[in-house]
């Protein structure tokens, strides 16, 4: 299979009805210019370590997209730890409206992102070349996000203690994670013991538990489990 050709793009198009979500030929073509250009830099800096085609088009793209049915159009978007662009560009391509920032630590990995940006003619999207933790700490009353999402973080309390200060009031995280088992298990349980107070609110901060749902997807045709954290604050009276 060729990258960005008809077939590479209709794996993209049929995965994504097999998840409800609709992907138009040129929204397909658009992820085909990420993924070519992610390719090209992949050579000179470490972006992904999934390669062949046919898997990047279905754990990338497929996989991002699946979380369309919790993002409201014209949301602002936090995208943390962004890597290559994922799943925030796809999210982006699938939502034009969408309010995106992209949150990533390591400097050549955001020169990639604000080439691939300006690549896609996405001028409205911003860069922050930080760590989450960094962010939470330099944000600005009122300048939080209504959706966090991320499939970076390999522990979910930690994502959660750093992102969930960042929220607007309404907002909710989600933990793009693998299969489910005992080890996210534990993590699970591990939120339940979070308390935080919201950065967004300074002037009458609220404190928070976290009320989290499970929605488990198969990415088809590898037939992988994926599973979406969706992590939502509910305050305490």
């Not at 896609?120 to 933790?133: M, Q, S």
Request: a neutral charge; charged letters at 25%.
């Amino acid at each position: 299979m060729i990258l960005g050709s008809a077939e590479w793009k209709s794996v993209i198009i049929d995965g994504a009805a097999e998840l409800g979500v609709e992907v138009s030929e040129e929204q397909a073509a658009l992820f085909a210019v990420h993924a070519r250009e992610m390719v090209l830099w992949n050579r000179r800096i470490n972006l992904t370590a999934v390669t062949d085609p046919f898997e990047m088009a279905i754990k990338h793209y497929v996989d991002s997209i699946a979380a369309i049915p919790l993002i409201k159009p014209g949301a602002s978007l936090l995208d943390a730890g962004s890597g290559g662009g994922f799943p925030g560009i796809p999210l982006k391509i699938m939502l034009p409206s969408l309010d995106l920032t992209l949150l990533e630590a390591r400097r050549k990995r955001v020169s990639f992102l604000k080439h691939i940006l300006r690549t896609l003619g996405f001028v409205d999207v911003g860069v922050l070349n930080e760590r989450l933790e960094e962010t939470a700490a330099a944000l600005l009353p009122g300048a939080g996000f209504d959706v966090i999402v991320s499939r970076a973080f390999s522990h979910l309390e930690l994502f959660a203690a750093h992102a969930m200060p960042l929220l607007n009031p309404g907002g909710c995280l989600v933990a793009f994670k693998g299969t489910k088992g005992d080890k996210l298990s534990k993590e699970l349980i591990g939120l339940e013991n979070i308390r935080v107070e919201s950065t967004t609110e300074k002037q009458n901060p609220k404190e928070s538990r976290l009320h989290v749902d499970i929605k488990s997807i198969l990415l088809p045709r590898l037939e992988m489990e994926r599973t979406l954290i969706i992590i939502t604050p509910v305050r305490v009276i």
